[in-house]
């Protein structure tokens, strides 16, 4: 038998240390029990994963740490996520947070408006989106390549705005090629490893990602029908309806049992 991707902790109820055995089951027959959750895990390169049901309220999911732990993936954190139920909040009670791991978590998005250090896949590609208020145009004559860094692409003469916006491109943790954006529209396409960005609306491909700003002067960001696939930097989010994220190169599918 090969060896197992992820490790499960078996042992869904500790007793607190000044807690008996018959106590901790009183106390758990007097509450009502929340719908389990389905999680399906995918590692990466996988099609098919596998699925298990989470009945603790407090389920953790690690590299070190937790009840479900993938050990084999070293961007994911000794304690990466929590899922946890309460009977407090609205819909089903459940909600997934990330423990402060230090590569994120990332929930699978249709669109949503980019705001200052939004960070986001397109497909393998991790990209950061800044926003700098302190940015002073070029003069008359003076050539605006030259306030850039070596690793900055300037697509066009920058706008007459009071702030910038950058497309920071990373490489594992550290800031990679940046984006000045000056056009009011652009599109990142390509295949899932080898992204290319466009700037203006001339550029046609169905499989592109898509980045405008609109008339309030904000960024947004849509999928687009793309196959590319979107994800959004996330801390927490409510477990209501089907939702995917990833956390290092694992992709999950949790899912409530009703609704």
Request: hydrophobic fraction near 35%; aromatic fraction near 8%; charge should be positive.
């Amino acid at each position: 038998m090969g060896k197992a991707l992820f490790n499960m902790n078996e042992s869904a109820i500790v007793p607190e240390s000044n807690e008996n055995a018959a106590d901790v089951r009183f106390r758990l027959r007097s509450k009502p029990r929340p719908d389990p959750l389905e999680l399906t895990i995918n590692p990466s390169g996988k099609r098919r994963g596998e699925t298990i049901w989470i009945r603790n309220p407090n389920f953790v999911i690690g590299r070190k740490h937790g009840d479900l732990r993938i050990g084999i993936d070293q961007s994911i954190s000794a304690r990466h996520v929590r899922i946890s139920y309460s009977a407090n909040r609205v819909g089903t009670g459940w909600g997934l947070f990330d423990l402060g791991s230090r590569n994120g978590t990332f929930a699978r998005a249709e669109n949503f408006v980019l705001d200052g250090n939004a960070e986001f896949y397109v497909g393998q590609n991790r990209f950061r989106f800044v926003v700098s208020h302190s940015y002073s145009l070029p003069a008359d004559g003076e050539n605006p390549d030259s306030m850039l860094s070596d690793s900055t692409i300037a697509l066009s003469q920058p706008p007459a705005v009071e702030y910038a916006a950058w497309l920071i491109q990373m490489q594992g943790s550290m800031e990679g090629t940046r984006i000045l954006l000056t056009e009011n529209e652009y599109h990142i396409g390509g295949n899932r490893r080898t992204l290319q960005i466009h700037p203006g609306t001339g550029f046609h491909d169905k499989n592109c990602i898509q980045i405008v700003r609109n008339t309030g002067n904000l960024w947004c960001i849509e999928r687009n029908h793309s196959s590319l696939g979107l994800w959004r930097r996330v801390s927490r989010f409510a477990v209501n309806r089907p939702v995917q994220f990833k956390i290092g190169s694992h992709s999950f599918l949790i899912r409530p049992a009703r609704g």
